[in-house]
């Protein structure tokens, strides 16, 4: 096990009907503040209404800036700072998922710089401060909820890029399962399919002896395995909601990858298309994890037959272990599809003249990812398998 140290100070609320409670957390810091929002379904769920009223009950006056797509850009980033200076506001609320939490984010380490925010994006400059930012989270599967990164795209240059800093994690989220039964089934999906890639990240890994973290890993993801059909039968089912609503969140807040180090490359490479391409983001992780764990499987065959024993209860082949492994990758890929999960680029109108553009952007003249260092040849290949 690697030396680690764990601080993940974001304050969770969790459970039924908690949202009500956001105004008094949002006094506590402060008296102005601003509500960011997506393209409509929490003004449509009545969400944005009873935020509102719940800081007005707290005595906090706020402004609105709503219209975060997925993938969220930095031309409405640059709005909300300019709207953040120009209101004197300190603190922001965001109410949605890991694309308007992202945004809030970028919004908060930009009002304070002196230049543009995509400067922190290309890492020429590191952030110092972000305006303290708070959630009302309405989808499990970024994690941005109690992260310490910001994936932000920008439409001119046609990237995508993330941002990890410790000052970047929200004060606190409030997480109500009951605000994640208006869920499209698809988007469901695809947070099941981030929040399994945010913990195969973490488990597919060169660290030796890491055996309770391991077992934390898979205990995720059987946990989504188990719940995510169940909440696609029936979207109201409030117990299996919570369960992946939870799962989400820890996927994500690095508990997971405490003594060990992550790989990162299928997050990296995704975000390849969907910069070009505007997919959501789980649903490129459906087509490029499998594709990668082809890949890179034979590097540590035992990782990867312990996992398809573990996690999916496969039986071990002690005489080959090969063969249990590539089992457990296939699982995997089935289950993203049985979820009803794209799982290769074709079947997300992705084309292969795309290929060599995407994975030289995602590496330049470096590598990507640990488990395997990955060159642009190897994430080429990568693309290959996943045509
Ligand atoms: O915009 P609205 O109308 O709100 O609709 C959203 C959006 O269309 C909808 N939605 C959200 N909650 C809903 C709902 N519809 C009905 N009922 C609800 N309760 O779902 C759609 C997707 O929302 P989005 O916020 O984009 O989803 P997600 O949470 O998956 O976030 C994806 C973004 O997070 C980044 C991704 O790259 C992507 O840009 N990530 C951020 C990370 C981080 N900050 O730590 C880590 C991740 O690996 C990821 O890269
Ligand atoms: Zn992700």
């Known amino acids: 096990m690697d030396n680690f140290e764990f601080h993940n100070p974001t304050r969770i609320i969790f459970g039924k009907g908690v949202e009500s409670q956001v105004g008094d957390e949002v006094a506590k810091y402060s008296k102005k503040v601003l509500i960011h929002y997506g393209g409509g379904s929490a003004i449509k769920s009545g969400l944005i209404d009873r935020v509102r009223i719940s800081l007005k009950a707290a005595g906090v006056d706020f402004v609105e800036l709503g219209g975060v797509q997925p993938n969220p850009r930095v031309a409405l980033v640059r709005e909300g700072i300019e709207l953040c200076r120009k209101e004197s506001i300190s603190f922001i609320l965001a109410v949605g998922g890991g694309s308007v939490i992202d945004s809030a984010k970028a919004i908060g380490v930009g009002v304070p710089a002196s230049h543009d925010v995509w400067d922190f994006y290309e890492y020429i400059v590191e952030p110092q401060k972000m305006l303290d930012v708070g959630v009302v989270l309405t989808i499990p599967a970024a994690g941005s909820e109690s992260s310490s990164s910001s994936v932000v795209s920008n439409e001119e240059k046609q990237l995508k890029r993330g941002l990890s800093n410790e000052i970047m994690r929200p004060r606190f989220a409030f997480m109500n399962p009951e605000l994640t039964f208006t869920l499209p089934p698809y988007q469901t999906a695809c ?100 594709a990668w764990m082809k890949y890179v499987y034979k590097h540590d065959v035992a990782r990867f037959s312990q996992f398809a024993e573990r996690v999916w209860g496969l039986e071990m082949d002690h005489f080959n272990p090969e063969k249990t492994a590539l089992a457990g990758i296939y699982r995997t890929e089935a289950f993203f599809r049985s979820i009803g999960l794209p799982v290769r680029l074709s079947e997300m109108d992705v084309p292969v003249e795309s290929i060599p553009e995407m994975a030289k952007k995602c590496t330049g003249t470096g590598t990507t990812g640990n488990f395997i260092k990955l060159n642009t040849a190897a994430v080429t290949e990568i693309f290959n398998l996943a045509k």
């Open 191 to 290: 947070g099941a399919a981030d929040i399994m890639a945010h913990i195969m990240e973490r488990y597919f890994t060169n660290t030796k002896n890491v055996e309770f973290t391991d077992r934390l890993c898979e205990a995720g993801l059987k946990t989504i395995i188990n719940n995510v059909p169940q909440v696609l039968e029936n979207p109201n089912d409030y117990d299996a909601r919570a369960e992946v609503m939870w799962t989400g969140c820890v996927a994500h807040n690095d508990l997971f990858n405490t003594g060990r180090e992550g790989d990162w490359g299928s997050h990296s490479i995704e975000h390849e298309i969907s910069a070009l391409f505007d997919v959501a983001h789980g649903a490129g992780l459906a087509v490029i994890f499998p």
